[in-house]
């Protein structure tokens, strides 16, 4: 069993850079549990399901395959033998994923696929209810948040149309794992900081739980 480091935040946080570039430091395998929702939330689209019909989700998700590999050091999914690329970031998928994840037998197939990885290796998960739910049981768990306005605008340079604030309100208050900063998670707030500083706060959080780093 690997070691896993759970950093969950809401959307446009930076918790996905700031997680890649951490799995890259400490030569684990990053992984964005998002893209997992994302790669399903963009098969019911390509089906013109109808995202708010719970039956129709569901039966599509029965006959959905997800293979949830890794690729240098980065997860990757593919969805009945097709990779969604750059499907994965669409308007519609934005505007559809926040509704298929709130369904719980989606977070349980999602889930289990997720927590596969530390079977066989170390990985830095990134998500919503990585700490409180996927690896509860990690004590390496971290908060990433930042103020709404910095992340409008983080994505607006992005220039990615996206419904931040819809996405945040969804998964803050559905039912079934909602987004939340767990106890005993190291909050950090990169509204006023760069991608090095966070990166550099996760790490001295970690050293400080006596996870050792790289080759030290
Ligand atoms: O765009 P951003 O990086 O913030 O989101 P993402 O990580 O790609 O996740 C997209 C959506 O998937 C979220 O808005 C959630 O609805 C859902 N999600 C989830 O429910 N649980 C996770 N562990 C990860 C994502």
Same mark, same amino acid.
């Given at each position: 069993m690997g070691i896993a480091i759970a950093i969950d935040g809401p959307a446009a946080s930076g918790k996905s850079s700031v997680a890649r570039r951490v799995a890259e430091e400490l030569g684990f395998v990053f992984v964005n549990s998002g893209a997992m929702y994302r790669a399903f939330a963009w098969r019911v689209v390509g089906k013109e399901? #109808? !995202?708010?019909n719970e039956q129709a989700v569901l039966d599509l998700l029965q006959a959905t395959q997800f293979e949830c590999g890794e690729e240098e050091g980065v997860g990757t999914v593919v969805v009945n033998g097709v990779d969604p690329g750059e499907g994965l970031t669409s308007d519609s998928v934005n505007s559809t994923v926040s509704a298929i994840a709130a369904y719980p037998e989606v977070r349980e197939r999602l889930v289990a696929a997720q927590r596969a990885y530390r079977e066989h290796c170390n990985v830095v998960m990134e998500g919503r #209810?990585?700490? @409180?739910?996927?690896? !509860? #049981?990690?004590p390496y768990k971290f908060y990433i948040d930042a103020s709404p306005e910095v992340r409008e605008r983080r994505r607006r340079e992005q220039g990615i149309v996206d419904s931040i604030a819809d996405r945040d309100r969804q998964d803050s208050s559905r039912? !079934? @794992?909602? %987004?939340v900063a767990v106890e005993g998670a190291i909050v950090? #707030? @990169?509204?006023? %900081?760069n991608l090095e500083e966070v990166v550099r706060e996760v790490l001295c959080g970690l050293k400080g739980q006596g996870l050792s780093l790289g080759a030290e």
């Open positions: 399901v #109808d !995202a708010n #209810d990585i700490g @409180s739910v996927v690896f !509860a #049981d990690t039912k !079934a @794992s909602p %987004l950090v #707030d @990169s509204s006023d %900081l």
